[in-house]
């Protein structure tokens, strides 16, 4: 417990140097010294549907995530539930598209469809309860974001005129704020009794925060998540002697 602190901060700027698949390798390494009888440690990821609240004619976006989690013993049943996603996207499509000041531009993609993507670093921080049975649990409590990456995509179908879809991608990193944050909670089955086991689940994610830098707009994430968890370096008990 006492180098617990400078490890976890070793694996997080790790994580976000090197990328999702770097994160996994460095879990599998260090998930014997992070699991103890306090500390749950392992791997989390999943698919996602993200919206902006804020924009009536965009639909949900699926997008994939990875990350790792903790779980904080801090009573018998009763838990801080914690982490960083990794590797993370939000936002919606099915919007109409803008004019970037270009006519020949603004004329071929005047009936496509727009996609906002934008890539963040999650860190949930919620208070997990385990029910009497110790596999059904409810969490909930606050998420918060950094802002990484961030792309418009353009999309129009031009089979009559240039025989195929045409697709522009622009960058939009800096109409956005480098932070989110907002509400976080759902539900979650393990799949054993024992305090750590493999588990499954759904959240809900709700944006407070206006992510956008554009004087004439407001932005606000929301997800919904359906996750699995699976803790790394867990030790099976011993047998009883007979």
């Known amino acids: ?4 602190p400078k490890l976890v901060l070793l694996i997080f700027l790790a994580s976000l140097s090197l990328g999702a698949k770097s994160q996994v390798l460095i879990s599998l390494l260090f998930g014997n010294a992070l699991n103890t009888e306090e500390i749950e440690f392992g791997l989390t990821g999943g698919f996602n549907r993200s919206y902006l609240l804020d924009i009536e004619e965009s639909r949900g976006l699926n997008n994939f995530n990875i990350g790792f989690y903790f779980h904080i013993n801090m009573f018998k049943s009763s838990y801080l539930s914690t982490g960083v ?3 993370s996207n939000v936002g919606a499509k099915g919007m109409p598209v803008y004019s970037i000041g270009e006519p020949d531009f603004d004329d071929v993609y005047s009936d496509g469809e727009l ?3 934008i890539s963040y670093y999650y ?8 029910l009497n049975n110790n596999r059904w649990y409810v969490e909930g409590g ?5 802002r990484g990456k ?7 179908d031009t089979e009559e005129e240039y025989g195929g879809i045409l697709a522009y991608k622009r960058n939009t990193r800096d109409e956005y704020t ?3 944050g907002g509400l976080l909670g759902g539900m979650g089955y393990k799949f054993r009794k024992e305090t750590k086991s493999m588990a499954i ?3 809900y994610y709700y944006g407070l925060i206006n992510v956008s830098t554009l004087p004439d707009q407001t932005l606000k994430n929301s997800s919904v998540y359906i996750y699995m968890k699976i803790p790394i370096g867990v030790k099976p008990k011993a047998k009883k002697e007979s």
């Open 85 to 87: 996603l990794v590797k």
């Open 1 to 4: 417990m006492k180098n617990l």
């Open 142 to 146: 606050l998420q918060l974001g950094l």
């Open 150 to 156: 961030a792309h418009d995509y353009f999309n129009v």
């Open 201 to 203: 689940g759904v959240n």
């Open 123 to 130: 860190v949930p921080i919620m208070w997990h309860q385990r």
């Open 115 to 117: 996609t906002k993507k």
């Open 178 to 180: 480098h932070f989110d």
